[in-house]
């Protein structure tokens, strides 16, 4: 059997409830003013047509070695963990702000309010710790979340240019426009 493996660091677009659905409701409860850490940590988002696009392209790879000798390490598909990006680095809680913006609840540079980050997760594990004492529900902001929101997560892509001729056709910024556009839209129909 031929494998391959795509790995993604974070997709958004539509039909995302998880990432970008969070963080839109974030920004329309005007919470986006609160930025955790110094802000200067880079993201990989990926959009989840480029990723579709990466799969159909993976899949054409596949089935043309299938029943050929195996090729060297690097240089076909099979066997291969590939990461997926759509080659645009962009710090988190820009990326954040610009969320606020598309869901017209903008956030002005003067207003953000920091807090650093030893705080918020030092919060974080007691408040899951006093959560799971009471038997309540997990806190919506967990630990897990707030440090997924301080790190730096990048993806090197250049493995899926070279073996699937991969190239991202959905911009970061058209990709978010026509994730927050839908999120909006399924709100208003609910």
């Known amino acids: 059997m031929l494998t391959v493996s795509l790995c993604v660091w974070t997709a958004i677009g539509e039909n995302d409830p998880i990432c970008l659905g969070k963080m839109i409701t974030r920004a329309r409860e005007g919470k986006m003013l609160y930025q955790i ?8 988002f990926t959009h989840v047509g480029n990723l579709a696009n990466a799969h159909v392209l993976a899949a ?21 963990n590939i990461n997926m990006t ?37 919060s974080a594990w007691c408040s899951e710790w006093v959560f799971w004492l009471q038997g309540s529900q997990q806190p919506i902001m967990t630990l897990e979340v707030l440090e997924l929101s301080v790190i730096h997560r990048t993806l090197n892509g250049e493995k899926a240019k070279r073996l699937l001729g991969y190239r991202p ?14 999120y909006v839209n399924q709100k208003k129909s609910e």
Request: a negative charge; aromatic letters at 10%.
């Open 60 to 80: 054409r790879a596949l089935a043309n070695a299938y029943g050929k000798p195996p090729l060297p390490a690097g240089v076909g598909v099979h066997g291969e």
């Open 37 to 44: 850490g110094d802000g200067k940590n880079i993201y990989d």
């Open 86 to 122: 759509n080659d645009e680095q962009v710090l988190f809680w820009e990326f954040s702000e610009r969320v606020a913006e598309l869901v017209g609840n903008p956030v002005e540079q003067n207003e953000i309010i920091v807090i650093p980050k030893w705080f918020t997760l030092a």
């Open 169 to 182: 056709s959905v911009s970061l910024n058209e990709g978010l426009q026509r994730g927050v556009k839908w």
